[in-house]
């Protein structure tokens, strides 16, 4: 304890600035530039910060500057200080002012025009000066933003039996997974679609059809893939593949094309009508509707009042 209040007392919170300013840079020139100081400060806070831990934090190379271990792991800590302060400000804000607040919510395209938009659109209609971002992609890529804290909440839909793609998910360090509400993947058409008018369809009978799917390596491609497989079929060759909601959407309203999408996807503040699910048995098409937040990030006051919103608007 001796050592760490004697590097309490000589660090500083902006020489942990400074080192990842130089680190994001890639030289000691680049980021005095960008912090707005000498190249001799910057030189003066590294080597007070390498004076306090006792270690070599950066490596100098003829390609520039790159962290030691020991500086990668400084950085991963610093990292998490910012956030946390970040945090505290949008706690005060909040609590001086509960009716406004920012969010960033990383969540797929079907939950941003689904569920989450439902929400969003009724908290702000309630508190007009709440702002929200939806950092939209695979679930995946949305559960890593989460990890390196670039969002605050994941909103995402994990299959049962978990598929590659949730196994890898439950991997990822320090993740908090809530199970929420389940859900089902189903065929989906416009409403002009001929398949529309049937009361019953074998997922056979559409082999050939054209097809708008997610890219094989997402979680919904790889699920569509398996449900033919699955029915004894060869998947159809997709005519065009796009992770992006509003390609599909404007394919589908064509009429000619199908694609397969979770059932949330029809929650809409409007209740989009164009679409409509098909009388079509997927098998394993089951999952499960999951909040993930980070184990050791404390969430803000507009965080925790949108997971409240969503489990009282979507949970049934």
């Known amino acids: 304890m001796d050592e760490i209040d004697r590097i309490e007392r000589r660090l500083k919170l902006n020489d942990v600035r400074v080192l990842m300013s130089v680190v994001q840079a890639g030289s000691m020139n680049k980021a005095a530039e960008r912090l707005a ?15 306090a831990f006792g270690v070599r934090l950066l490596d100098r190379s003829s390609t520039g500057i790159e962290p030691t271990e020991c500086g990668r792991a400084i950085i991963k800590r610093g990292l998490a200080v910012f956030d946390e302060l970040r945090q505290g400000f949008k706690d005060i804000a909040f609590l001086t002012d509960p009716t406004m607040g920012e969010l960033r919510i990383g ?8 569920p989450v938009l ?11 000066r709440m702002a929200f971002e939806l950092a939209t992609g695979g679930a995946l890529r949305i559960c890593r933003d989460l990890a ?23 991997q990822i360090e320090n993740l908090r997974i809530e199970k929420l509400c389940p859900y089902e993947r189903v065929v989906a058409a416009g409403v002009r679609n001929r398949w529309t008018r049937r009361p019953r369809i074998e997922l056979a009978e559409l082999v050939n059809e054209p097809w708008t799917l997610s890219p094989p390596d997402t979680g919904l491609g790889a699920f569509a893939a398996r449900a033919f ?17 509003n390609v599909r959407d404007k394919l589908l309203a064509t009429g000619r094309f199908l694609t397969m999408m979770p059932n949330y996807s ?33 969430l803000s006051p507009l965080a925790e009042l949108f997971i409240k919103s969503y489990r009282a608007d979507v949970t049934p």
């Not at 439902?118 to 007009?128: C, I």
């Not at 009508?273 to 009388?279: T, V």
């Open 229 to 245: 497989r699955t029915s004894g079929l060869e998947p159809p060759r997709a005519t065009i593949i796009s992770l992006s909601r």
């Open 266 to 298: 029809f929650m809409h503040p409007a209740r989009d009508s164009s679409l409509k699910a098909l009388p079509v048995r997927l098998p394993n098409a089951r999952g499960t509707v999951v909040i993930a937040t980070l184990k050791n990030r404390t």
């Open 148 to 170: 390196e804290r670039r969002v605050e909440v994941a909103i995402l839909g994990m299959a049962e039996p978990l598929d590659d793609e949730g196994l890898e998910i439950l």
């Open 37 to 51: 100081t000498s190249q001799p400060a910057v030189s003066r806070a590294i080597r007070d910060l390498e004076h």
């Open 118 to 128: 439902a929400v969003v659109e009724r908290l702000t209609r309630r508190h007009p």
């Open 107 to 114: 969540c797929t395209e079907h939950q941003a025009s689904g």
